[in-house]
C-alpha cells in the first residue's frame, strides 16, 4: 500500500461501514426474535398445561371432554390457535396419551416463517 492511500484511510468524512453491517444484523436478528420467541414461549406454557393434564389423571375419573375443555381455555388464555379436534386424548387402564399439532405463521419483511408445534405426552395411570 502506498503512502498516499495509507494518508487517505484516515482522512476526516471516511465511512466504515463494518458497524454499519453489524448494526442492521443485530436490528434484523432482534425484530426477527421478537416475531418468533414469543409463540415459542406459549409453547412451553402450553405444553406444560398437557403435561399437568396428563400427570393428574386417575383410573378411575378420566374426563376427556373436561380435560380436553380444560386445555382449549388455556390455549384460548395463550392465543393458540389450536382446534378441538387437534387435541387427542387416549387412553388405556395403564396409560394415557395426549397429542397436540399445530403451526403459528410469524411475518418476517414479507417472508412467512411457519413454526411447527409438536407435543406428545404420555403418563402412567395410577389409582
Excluded at 426477527?32 to 406444560?48: H, L, T
Aim: net charge positive; proline share 4%; no cysteine.
Amino acid at each position: 500500500m502506498t503512502r498516499s492511500m495509507r494518508d487517505r484511510r484516515h482522512e476526516r468524512g471516511g465511512v466504515r461501514f463494518g458497524p454499519l453491517v453489524m448494526i442492521i444484523i443485530i436490528l434484523v436478528g432482534g425484530y426477527a426474535a421478537f416475531k418468533i420467541v414469543p409463540a415459542r414461549m406459549d409453547y412451553y406454557e402450553f405444553r406444560d398445561a398437557v403435561a399437568e393434564q396428563a400427570k393428574h389423571a386417575s383410573g378411575r375419573a378420566i374426563d376427556i371432554p373436561g380435560m380436553r375443555g380444560t386445555l382449549m381455555n388455556r390455549a384460548r388464555e395463550l392465543d393458540l390457535p389450536i382446534k378441538e379436534e387437534q387435541i387427542e386424548i387416549s387412553w388405556t387402564p395403564e396409560f394415557i396419551s395426549i397429542h397436540v399439532q399445530y403451526s403459528v405463521d410469524a411475518n418476517l419483511f414479507g417472508y412467512v416463517y411457519t413454526q411447527r408445534f409438536d407435543i406428545d405426552q404420555r403418563n402412567r395411570i395410577f389409582g
